[in-house]
């Protein structure tokens, strides 16, 4: 069975994959800071009869991220690789001219340093698949939003570099994908108060990554908008 670790696949997008990855048969590790969600997800993950492993930690942490790896070595593979886990940072979103600089520390470390980190660990295991490097991205990397300034920012880093990375890693297929707006905790935090109830569920969305994932399409960025499921 092919492995994936999904970061982040406690809730929102990260569930919504892993539980559609479960359901191909996949095996999964998936992880989150807060017990009770991991938990919840890997009893979800588990009723499909597959391999699960949910560890509890921040991707920010070494040794959390070397238990994610150390948990594909022990299943053998490593087919996917979703650096999902993410931060939108403060809210409500502050423009730069305020930005408090260590919270800016915290986004690019987990959104930018956390993945690379994790990505340094993991790629003997990916070549050895000639698997498959995912990324999620975000119009707020591409387009200027105010307020979006440290987000978007560690968004078009996290996307550039896994853009090197395919240049270096012609082998593996690396792909950075924008869902598009869902409706999950972390855009709920970006708009604080407002009714967010006619965004898509992040399960309507995760077909058109999966159809990505099938197509065995050339490395590279895709929208949401871009892959109707087939
Ligand atoms: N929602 C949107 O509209 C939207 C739009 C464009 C792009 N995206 C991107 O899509 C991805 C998923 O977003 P989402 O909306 O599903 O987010 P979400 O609802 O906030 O879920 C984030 C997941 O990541 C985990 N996580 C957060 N920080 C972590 C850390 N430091 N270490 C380990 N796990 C951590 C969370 O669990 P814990 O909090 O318990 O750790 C949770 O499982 C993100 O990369 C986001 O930037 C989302």
Redo the contacts with the bound molecule.
Sequence with gaps: MPVAIV??????????LAVDLAGGGWSVI?????AP??RE?VAELEALGVTVRGII?????AH?RDSLVDAAEHLGSLDLLV??????GPTPLPKLEGYPLDELRRVYE??VV?PLALLQAALPLVRRSHGVVL??????AVEAYEGWGG?GSS?AALDRLHQVLAAEEPDLAVYQF??????????Q??FPGEDISD?PR?ETVVPMLRRLLDSGAPSGRYRAGQLEPA
């Design positions: 970061t982040g696949g406690s809730r929102g997008f990260g569930r919504a998936l992880d989150g800071r807060t969600s991991v997800a930690g921040d991707i920010t942490d959390h650096n999902n886990a993410s931060t939108l987990v959104n956390a990324s999620l991205s975000s119009d707020a987000y968004k924008d869902p598009g707006d869902m409706r999950t905790e972390m855009h935090a970006a965004r992040p």
